[in-house]
């Protein structure tokens, strides 16, 4: 009963492609006996196929244990009962790991728990200098420039659609978009030569086909999202289906409208689904993505609404990835899942979840460690450095004026604003700057010869995708704003973004509310003005904002500033405590102990 509740545990993981395979296992393993000791049900047999070793196995690939991070020899292992926290928990999962693992504590030339507790957070005699060293906390991917082979077998590793669309686009791709379109290529082919063989009955050793889950990153404007396109051209052309899911209409239409311009003329067919679909056109469209019609569709969280069926969903993108909850990223995945009674084989839909906030690798590998990560760090060619300028409360006249050159080129402008409406924000908050407030002076007293709008969430949405539409065709000079803009928006003629009280906002938000500028080939400006009682933290971030423009590196001083936090939500403070270990020094230690679960779960499984 144990190693079956240990299998619905890893049935019901959020990290499903490594937890699937490994509930599959373990009951396996069960109907067999081999986890069971010769006396009956339930006895488990604390040698060859111990818990301890299951556990550690589920910990270091699965994501049941949230972490398991090697320092000094000790797996300090986080429980997933929360209220047991602490040094016990970390002194039991050392325990496990060195009745585990014992052989790497020798191989990585490290102390063993005991010696690890009692230097707790601190490395104090001279012969710890190896495991001490971080390494480098940024991806190993530096921009380089492709020969004309390299090009060339690239194109030659298209599909059909895809050639189509590389030939046709008006630009070429960056080094680290070919590089990240080739490891999809080599995922999604696996999958599929892998269920042909399932479905033929020639398993050769195969029992669960190959699904590609894999972790996106890419910096503001970097193009992620037409490398996600690639990837549903090379689904489409094994004759499957995609689903691309966007946490907001604005920002689901904008793909919507990218996929219509790209891949209509190669003769996609491209559907747009959110919950204001209207109810006769929608019935025509499920009808259609039901009979295999609909090649894509793009919308919100619609996607996996009950009615919505699809005829062989077989790839499930997900952008702004940290803004949709466990639960609804699997049920996604759900509307592709599928079995087959003969033979008997289950299938899942690849995935591709995509972030342009920046996740540095330690926490990556930490929380991602059962996904494939990918990074698209060069940014396409004509793009320059967004110059950033911090500005003191009481001079926002500089910032002002700044904006107004601009304007006169005929370019246009973002004002962004902490509120709505301060009189609806918290009492003890009396000097917030709102967006209505803030408006009107915009467009009454500071520049009333330019058209001036206003966006906001409380405004109906229909009218937002109005003024957005009204911004890019170029009718609107400024437009004042909360983050509701902060992704979905692409004007390249916008070269200005001024943020008020900029000490307010967290440093990832900044530097995408700073991305919605940059996006074309003329140079772009940020002002971000700071409070007068800004805090030494406080001015720290902003020099981090007004140094760099890579959010790698901005996300790295994040985490050195904030803490780690809930990366996979959306808290600003701090909170992935790991009991021994410190997750930016530790990157390297990190980094081996991943290596270490994975090479011991899949000798597990073998």
């Known amino acids: 009963m144990i190693l079956h509740r240990l299998a619905d545990l890893c049935a019901h993981c959020p990290h499903n492609r490594q937890t699937a395979r490994l509930s599959y296992r373990l009951r396996q393993h069960v109907a067999e006996g081999l986890l069971l000791g010769g006396g009956g049900h339930g006895q488990l047999s604390g040698t060859e196929h111990g818990i301890g070793k299951l556990l550690m196995a589920v910990a270091g690939v699965a994501g049941i244990v949230q972490r398991a991070v090697e320092i000094g020899g000790a797996v300090v292992k986080g429980g997933e009962q929360e209220a047991q926290r602490g040094r016990r928990n970390d002194r039991v999962g050392c325990d496990i790991a060195e009745t585990v693992v014992p052989d790497k504590v020798g191989q990585r030339g490290l102390c063993h728990a005991d010696r690890a507790f009692k230097h707790k957070g601190s490395f104090p005699e001279a012969n710890l200098d190896e495991a001490q060293k971080s390494g480098s906390e940024q991806w190993n991917q530096t921009e380089k420039k492709l020969s004309e082979q390299e090009k060339a077998d690239f194109e030659g590793s298209l599909s059909p659609l895809q050639k189509e669309l590389y030939n046709r686009l008006p630009f070429n791709l960056t080094p680290d978009q070919i590089f990240v379109i080739n490891q999809m290529n080599r995922d999604i082919d696996r999958g599929f030569k892998e269920r042909a063989l399932l479905l033929n009955g020639k398993t050769s050793g195969i029992k669960i086909p190959f699904t590609m889950q894999r972790l996106l990153q890419g910096d503001v404007g970097s193009g992620k999202t037409l490398v996600a396109f690639f990837a549903c051209l090379r689904i489409i052309n094994w004759k499957g289906q995609c689903a691309f899911m966007a946490p907001t209409e604005i920002l689901a239409r904008q793909h919507a409208e990218s996929a219509a311009k790209l891949l209509e003329p190669l003769g996609i067919n491209v559907a747009f689904l959110t919950g204001n679909v209207k109810s006769s056109g929608r019935a025509r469209l499920l009808n ?319």
């Open 288 to 606: 259609a993505l039901k009979s295999g019609e609909i090649n894509i569709v793009i919308g919100t969280h619609a996607l996996f609404s009950r009615q919505v069926v699809y005829n062989d969903l077989q790839l499930a993108v997900i952008d702004e990835q940290h803004r949709f909850g466990v639960i609804q990223r699997q049920s996604i995945i759900e509307k592709g899942r599928r079995t087959e009674t003969e033979p008997q084989v289950s299938f899942e839909p690849h995935l591709l979840m995509m972030s342009a906030t920046p996740i540095p690798q330690t926490l990556a590998l930490t929380v991602f460690g059962d996904l494939d990560v990918s990074v698209i760090r060069t940014m396409p060619e004509g793009r320059k450095p967004i110059q950033t300028y911090l500005v003191k409360e009481g001079n926002e006249r500089n910032a002002y004026e700044a904006v107004r050159n601009q304007l006169k080129a005929g370019h246009q402008a973002y004002f962004v604003y902490p509120a709505i409406n301060a009189e609806n924000e918290n009492s003890e908050i009396q000097d917030i700057k709102s967006a209505e407030e803030n408006f009107r002076n915009l467009a009454d007293h500071i520049y009333p010869e330019y058209k001036c709008a206003l966006i906001h969430s409380k405004i109906e949405e229909e009218e937002q995708i109005q003024i957005l539409k009204d911004f890019q065709g170029g009718k609107i000079q400024v437009l004042a704003a909360t983050t509701v803009i902060e992704v979905g928006v692409d004007v390249p003629n916008a070269t200005s973004i001024v943020i008020e009280q900029a000490d307010r906002f967290g440093l990832a938000q900044l530097h995408q509310l700073r991305g919605r500028t940059g996006r074309g080939t003329d140079q772009s400006y940020c002002f971000l003005i700071y409070s007068n009682k800004i805090t030494k933290t406080g001015i720290e971030r902003m020099k981090v904002l007004r140094q760099n423009t890579d959010g790698f590196i901005i996300a790295n001083q994040d985490l050195k500033l904030r803490g780690p936090g809930e990366i996979t939500g959306t808290a600003q403070a701090g909170n992935l405590s790991l009991g021994i270990a410190d997750i930016v020094r530790d990157h390297d230690i990190l980094v081996k102990a991943r290596t270490d679960a994975f090479e011991y779960t899949k000798n597990l499984l073998n």
